[in-house]
């Protein structure tokens, strides 16, 4: 297994199936620095680029530099389907994971966890 170490994509990782993409990118938004959100969008370019795609990373050009960055991490970590492969990501310092509480009034949280509970005996 391929662990890569960085807090922000570890907290994407983990986030992508229990929050919505506006909410991940807005809690980042907020939380990571600048330097953490390039540091980590590199990360993930130089180590898992599609074949095909350009060799230099893309600028992030609009208005909202760091928003338009976690939009483009998200999408590449979507499309890399860290679920089914050997890509997984690692935390060190967990001072720099932002936790989230998933809202257990929505059943299909509730019943997600206890699949995943389940299945884990």
Same mark, same amino acid.
């Given at each position: 297994m391929d662990y890569q170490i960085n807090e922000l994509l570890y907290y994407i990782q983990n986030a992508h199936d229990k929050l919505h993409?506006?909410? *991940?990118?807005?809690?980042?938004?907020?939380?990571?620095? !600048? #330097?953490?959100?390039?540091?980590?969008?590199?990360? *993930?370019?130089?180590?898992?680029?599609?074949?095909?795609? !350009? #060799?230099r990373l893309p600028r992030c050009t609009r208005t909202s530099k760091i928003k338009t960055c976690l939009a483009d991490i998200y999408d590449w970590m979507c499309g890399l389907d860290v679920e089914n492969s050997n890509i997984k990501f690692a935390a060190v310092d967990i001072t720099r994971v932002q936790f989230f509480q998933a809202d257990m009034n929505d059943f299909r949280i509730v019943r997600k966890e206890l699949t995943e509970l389940r299945a884990s005996y």
């Open positions: 993409k506006n909410d *991940i990118i807005s809690t980042c938004e907020d939380f990571y620095t !600048e #330097d953490e959100v390039n540091s980590a969008r590199l990360m *993930i370019w130089n180590k898992y680029k599609c074949k095909g795609e !350009e #060799d």
